[in-house]
């Protein structure tokens, strides 16, 4: 893997210029006030996911974790998906007829992408919010009224039962996909979209191990002390 390449898609997130000069990107970091720390942590664990550890994340606020992790999510429902469907869409030019391939980088690619969309908005819409709200509960000291408001009809366990990984789908398309020779007429695009998918697996592997390992870990014991506090109240 390139070396730069890590640390453009991370950059890419933040809406910052993902310049090839790496020195330029964290100036940019510090410039906008982001964790350098955080952003090299990252990079670490997509150079290579077996240093990764939750242990090196415990100096970041569950709220860093939040913001990275949706920011993350619009980068892939804005761009990555859509470079994605852009290479297929290509590469479909080149076959014709009733190619097997046709089936599967229409079919299956569009059922993986409905199926991310609702994975991601159920995480912006119930999850993430409620770990906010939990947040916002310990630091403001609220009432037990608000509390419970806030609890009662949503429990991480809830998100936990229902939560998948999606980049093992991913890997089950691309694995396909190179059952088939690429188009004599054209092999560029077949291995851009081979490429694009293997660093999106990547991607979401990284994704999946800051939820699972780091945020839900982390909220769980928020959820817990909150509990202990709230069910004492008088
Ligand atoms: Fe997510
Ligand atoms: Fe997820």
Same mark, same amino acid.
């Given at each position: 893997?390139?070396?730069?390449?890590?640390?453009?898609?991370?950059?890419?997130?933040?809406?910052?210029?993902?310049?090839?000069?790496?020195?330029?990107?964290?100036?940019?970091?510090?410039?906008?006030?982001?964790?350098?720390?955080?952003?090299?942590?990252?990079?670490?664990?997509?150079?290579?996911?077996?240093?990764?550890?939750?242990?090196?994340?415990?100096?970041?606020?569950?709220?860093?974790?939040?913001?990275?992790?949706?920011?993350?999510?619009?980068?892939?429902?804005?761009?990555?998906?859509?470079?994605?469907?852009?290479?297929?869409?290509?590469?479909?030019?080149?076959?014709?007829?009733?190619?097997?391939?046709?089936?599967?980088?229409?079919?299956?690619?569009?059922?993986?992408?409905? *199926?991310?969309?609702?994975?991601? !908005?159920?995480?912006?819409?119930?999850? %993430?919010?409620?770990? #906010?709200? $939990?947040? &916002? /509960?310990?630091?403001?000291?609220?009432?037990?009224?608000?509390?419970?408001?806030?609890?009662?009809?949503?429990?991480?366990?809830?998100?936990?039962?229902?939560?998948?990984?999606?980049?093992?789908?991913?890997?089950?398309?691309?694995?396909?996909?190179?059952?088939?020779?690429?188009?004599?007429?054209?092999?560029?695009?077949?291995?851009?979209?081979?490429?694009?998918?293997?660093?999106?697996?990547?991607?979401?592997?990284? *994704?999946?191990?800051?939820?699972? !390992?780091?945020?839900?870990?982390?909220? %769980?014991?928020?959820? #817990?002390? $909150?509990? &202990? /506090?709230?069910?004492?109240?008088?």
């Amino acid at each position: 893997m390139e070396n730069d390449f890590p640390i453009s898609q991370i950059v890419q997130r933040y809406d910052l210029a993902a310049d090839k000069d790496l020195l330029y990107s964290y100036e940019e970091l510090r410039r906008l006030n982001l964790d350098q720390r955080f952003i090299y942590t990252l990079l670490q664990t997509f150079e290579d996911e077996k240093t990764f550890s939750e242990k090196e994340y415990e100096i970041f606020s569950l709220e860093t974790i939040i913001d990275y992790l949706r920011r993350t999510h619009s980068y892939y429902l804005s761009k990555k998906l859509l470079e994605i469907e852009q290479s297929i869409d290509i590469l479909l030019k080149d076959y014709s007829g009733n190619h097997p391939l046709l089936h599967i980088l229409n079919t299956f690619f569009n059922e993986y992408t409905s *199926h991310l969309s609702s994975h991601i !908005r159920e995480e912006e819409k119930h999850l %993430l919010p409620y770990i #906010k709200n $939990l947040l &916002a /509960l310990e630091k403001e000291n609220a009432d037990t009224e608000t509390y419970f408001a806030i609890t009662n009809n949503y429990s991480l366990q809830t998100f936990i039962d229902s939560h998948h990984d999606t980049e093992k789908d991913l890997s089950i398309i691309r694995n396909t996909i190179l059952e088939y020779q690429p188009p004599v007429s054209n092999q560029t695009p077949y291995r851009i979209l081979v490429s694009q998918l293997q660093a999106f697996e990547r991607d979401l592997f990284v *994704h999946a191990l800051i939820e699972d !390992r780091i945020l839900i870990p982390r909220a %769980l014991e928020l959820e #817990k002390r $909150l509990r &202990a /506090l709230y069910n004492q109240a008088p």
